[in-house]
């Protein structure tokens, strides 16, 4: 049996899904559940750790629960985690005045501030990667049994 990093091929999933449920159980902050699990020092780059297995993870049902876990974390507590928990960065984006005053407008009909609007729809774009993977590798399954 191949293994990485000492822990079989056929371990890893479960060690990530493992690990997920226990920390979504206990309803934490959700950037410390993207820290622990997505992040690049979280589990699954540790159990994925080169660019070939962590693709071929990421287009996985196993991945977009993972995604799944994080929105809903997201939807009970949006609020970003406390500095004690998870430090914090600034980055600059540039923006055109339109898409700027676009975002302004959607925030202020959210009734949320800017900054977590940005992460929603950096988040966001995620799942629809990771959902829109897993829908065409189902939709070939399908026609691949129909043929």
């Known amino acids: ?6 822990v079989a091929v056929d371990e ?4 990530v899904q493992k690990k997920a449920h226990e920390l979504f159980q206990g309803q934490i902050n959700w950037a410390i559940f993207f820290r622990e699990i997505l992040g690049t020092n979280g589990i699954v780059h540790k159990l994925y750790p080169d660019e070939k297995s962590l693709a071929v993870f990421e287009k996985t049902r196993e991945y977009v629960r993972l995604q799944e876990m994080l929105s809903q974390l997201r939807d009970v507590n949006g609020q970003p985690p406390r500095p004690e928990e998870e430090g914090t960065r600034v980055i600059t984006v540039r923006l055109p005045s339109c898409v700027h005053e676009a975002l302004k407008k959607e925030a202020r009909a959210r009734e949320t501030s800017m900054n977590q609007l940005c ?8 799942d629809a990667e990771a959902t829109a993977s897993n829908n065409g590798n189902q939709e070939q399954v399908i026609r691949a049994e129909g043929s």
């Open 119 to 126: 992460i929603s729809k950096l988040l966001q774009r995620m």
């Open 1 to 6: 049996m191949h293994s990485i990093e000492g």
């Open 12 to 15: 890893r999933v479960q060690i």
